[in-house]
T-cell receptor, first 112, second 113 residues
Framework: NAGVTQTPKFQVLKTGQSMTLQCAQD?????MYWYRQDPGMGLRLIYYSASEGTTDKGEVPNGYNVSRLNKREFSLRLESAAPSQTSVYFCASNTEKGRVYTFGSGTRLTVV | GNSVTQMEGPVTLSEEAFLTINCTYT??????LFWYVQYPGEGLQLLLKATKADDKGSNKGFEATYRKETTSFHLEKGSVQVSDSAVYFC????????????FGAGTRLAVHP
C-alpha cells in the first residue's frame, strides 16, 4: 500500500545508546519531516528535508541527526539517547504544494 | 512566529451532543489549515482541511471554516458518537517555511453512551 513506512514500531534504549529510526515513502514526495509527540505538547518538528540532498533544523533538533538518503528515505539518528528523548516519533511527507500530508504510524521510543 | 492554539481538554460529551473544539492561529502569509485525528494507539489521520479564507472543510460529519478575520478554524460536529473519541489536532501549514506543519497541543475528546 502506498504511504509512509516507519521502522521500528517500538524500541527501548538504555541511556547513551544510539539508534536510527527509518522512514520511507513511495509517493514520490519531495518534502519529508520528523516530528516528536509528547503529552500535552502536540507534535513538534525535529528536522525536515525540503528535497533530496537538503535537510534543515526544526523546532527541537538538539540530540538528533538526519540523513536524506534518497528521495524515498529520510532517517533520524539518536547518537547518545537520553531519557528526555522518550517520545513517539512520526515521519511525514507531503506534496510540493504542501496540502497533502501523509504520516507514518509512529515509533514509540523509551529511553531508560 | 507562526503558532496554533486550541482549547484544552479533555472534552467529555454524551452521545449525540454537539461538539465544538476551538482553534485559533497566528501566521504570516496565507497558511492552509488542517484538523487531524488520532485514535488510541494509532498515528495521525487527516480529518479535514481548508486552503484559503472562507473555505469550509468537511468530512465524516465534522466541519470547520477558515475565518481569516478572526484567525480561527473551529471544529464542529452536530451529533457525536462514541467512535469519535480520540485526540484532535489543529495545524497550519507554513507557506514560507517549506510547508512545515505547526500543531496545536491537541484536545482529547471522550464520548460516553
Amino acid at each position: 500500500n502506498a504511504g509512509v513506512t516507519q521502522t521500528p514500531k517500538f524500541q527501548v534504549l538504555k541511556t547513551g545508546q544510539s539508534m536510527t529510526l527509518q522512514c520511507a515513502q513511495d509517493m514520490n514526495h519531495n518534502s519529508m519531516y520528523w516530528y516528536r509527540q509528547d503529552p500535552g505538547m502536540g507534535l513538534r518538528l525535529i528536522y525536515y528535508s525540503a528535497s533530496e540532498g537538503t535537510t534543515d533544523k526544526g523546532e527541537v533538533p538538539n540530540g538528533y541527526n538526519v540523513s536524506r538518503l534518497n528521495k524515498r528515505e529520510f532517517s533520524l539518528r539518536l547518537e547518545s539517547a537520553a531519557p528526555s528523548q522518550t517520545s513517539v516519533y512520526f515521519c511525514a511527507s507531503n506534496t510540493e504544494k504542501g496540502r497533502v500530508y501523509t504520516f507514518g504510524s509512529g515509533t514509540r521510543l523509551t529511553v531508560v | 512566529g507562526n503558532s496554533v492554539t486550541q482549547m484544552e481538554g479533555p472534552v467529555t460529551l454524551s452521545e449525540e451532543a454537539f461538539l465544538t473544539i476551538n482553534c485559533t492561529y497566528t501566521a504570516t502569509g496565507y497558511p492552509s489549515l488542517f484538523w487531524y485525528v488520532q485514535y488510541p494507539g494509532e498515528g495521525l489521520q487527516l480529518l479535514l482541511k481548508a486552503t484559503k479564507a472562507d473555505d469550509k472543510g468537511s468530512n465524516k460529519g465534522f466541519e470547520a471554516t477558515y475565518r481569516k478575520e478572526t484567525t480561527s478554524f473551529h471544529l464542529e460536529k452536530g451529533s457525536v458518537q462514541v467512535s469519535d473519541s480520540a485526540v484532535y489536532f489543529c495545524a497550519l501549514s507554513d507557506p514560507w517555511g517549506y510547508n512545515k506543519l505547526i500543531f496545536g497541543a491537541g484536545t482529547r475528546l471522550a464520548v460516553h453512551p
